[in-house]
């Protein structure tokens, strides 16, 4: 896990990401949509992607990625993430990370 650690130390937001997965590239859009600007690591293109990718499945990502960590804690994959903006939750962890400094809901009328 000290790979990973140390990866995610003092962002406020990290996304482990793969180029060619529309999840991750989900995720991305989604949590910057809110003004945040993610780390984002695409493990397919680092040399040690295997083992960042062994460590997140250790984690208990399943898949491996879309893994998004807020606040340095690993919170989860897409379903987390959109199970928490459904819920109207996830501007609050980016908040609470200092992510973003300010969020207004979107008047839906």
Not at 13 to 39: D, E, H, Y
Not at 79 to 91: A, C, G, T, W
């Amino acid at each position: 896990m000290d790979i990973v650690t140390s990866m995610v130390a003092e962002k406020p937001v990290v996304i482990f990401s793969k180029s060619s997965c529309c999840l991750s590239f989900s995720m991305k859009s989604l949590i910057s949509s809110f003004g945040a600007n993610p780390t984002v690591y695409e493990i397919d293109q680092l040399s040690n992607g295997n083992q960042i990718e062994t460590e997140l499945l250790q984690l208990g990502s399943q898949p491996s990625v879309p893994a998004v960590f807020i606040g340095q804690k690993f919170i989860g994959g897409a379903h987390k993430i959109m199970s928490l903006h459904v819920r109207n939750e996830l501007p609050t962890l980016l908040l609470n990370a200092k992510a973003i400094w300010i969020w207004t809901p979107k008047n839906d009328s």
